[in-house]
């Protein structure tokens, strides 16, 4: 990995590879558990920590002045190697000449966001965010001994004062994207479904208060992938499902959600039985592309009797 000398705060884990991904499949399982890079109770070392110093706890890293360093870092019984390369700012400026495009696209992310993600500029930012690249490849790569005396192929990654920054912006937009984030059980926005009522294909929540911008906002961030309305658009779908009770069948279903309106309006892929009872139901996540959280369709009453 290589970075500007003066860099501050960033973590082992952000550097860690891809390709050191197939390290972490766990025996019994063959889970990757690797892949939410939580990495909960790694330890990290510096064997140069006159260039590159770490937390041995947070993995957090200080770049103190030119040269390479190789970093170790321990989680779950993995020993994982690489290198940190600190260069001047020169250097770095020539590696950059390749990676104009996404530079550009870091500094005005950085510029939107500033030191404060708010409403205003959150769209903008979340917008911006599928123009950078938060990691690229140096033309630089390596076979690298660790301290058992295996060789390990490392790529360098380069990363730059703009690029590192942008990173931080992201991780600010994330966390203000979660706060307000309306599916959640732990979010102040949570939405609380008074009634529903369905007749036909159509069913109606009815919200206890009506849903503001952020509210939609978080929502639309959080379904992203799961509709085809682009960030911004006054109304977004997403799927779901109606269940029905006696017979726990599920019906397929499109909610559609409107910045200021106090009900969600669902249709239903089939007509609803009258007399029966149903209750909005989440989507099958588990056989999609899909992870996304739907705790807000059971808070409050959620069940009702089609007409």
Not at 189 to 200: A, P, Q, T
Request: overall charge neutral.
């Amino acid at each position: 990995m290589i970075i500007p000398k003066g860099i501050k705060g960033l973590s082992v884990a952000d550097l860690v590879d891809e390709a050191y991904a197939y390290r972490c499949i766990d025996e019994n399982t063959g889970k990757n558990e690797y892949k939410d890079m939580e990495l909960t109770g790694a330890k990290y070392e510096s064997k140069n920590p006159s260039i590159v110093s770490v937390d041995k706890k947070t993995g957090k890293i200080t770049a103190k002045k030119k040269g390479k360093a190789l970093i170790k870092m321990t989680w779950k019984g993995h020993k994982l190697y690489g290198f940190i390369e600190v260069v001047d700012t020169k250097k770095m400026k020539s590696f950059q000449k390749e990676n104009k495009k996404n530079i550009a696209a870091s500094k005005k992310l950085n510029k939107i966001v500033g030191k404060k993600v708010t409403s205003k500029n959150a769209l903008k930012a979340a917008k911006q965010l599928d123009e950078c690249n938060f990691q690229y490849t140096a033309e630089k790569e390596k076979w690298i001994e660790d301290e058992d005396g295996y060789y390990e192929w490392c790529e360098y990654t380069l990363y730059s004062m703009d690029v590192f920054k942008a990173k931080m912006s992201k991780e600010k937009i994330e966390e203000y994207f979660g706060k307000i984030n309306p599916t959640r059980e732990d979010s102040k926005y949570l939405f609380e479904i008074s009634s529903v009522s369905g007749n036909g294909k159509s069913v109606t929540a009815t919200l206890s208060k009506s849903i503001s911008d952020e509210q939609f906002l978080g929502a639309h961030y959080t379904y992203q992938m799961m509709c085809k309305e682009e960030l911004g658009a006054k109304e977004f779908s997403f799927p779901m499902y109606i269940r029905d009770v006696e017979n726990n069948e599920y019906i397929g279903a499109t909610a559609t959600l409107k910045a200021g309106s106090k009900t969600i309006n669902i249709e239903c892929a089939e007509s609803l039985s009258k007399g029966k009872k149903y209750e909005l139901s989440e989507y099958d996540y588990y056989y999609s592309d899909f992870d996304v959280d739907f705790s807000w369709l059971y808070n409050g009453n959620n069940s009702f009797i089609a007409e």
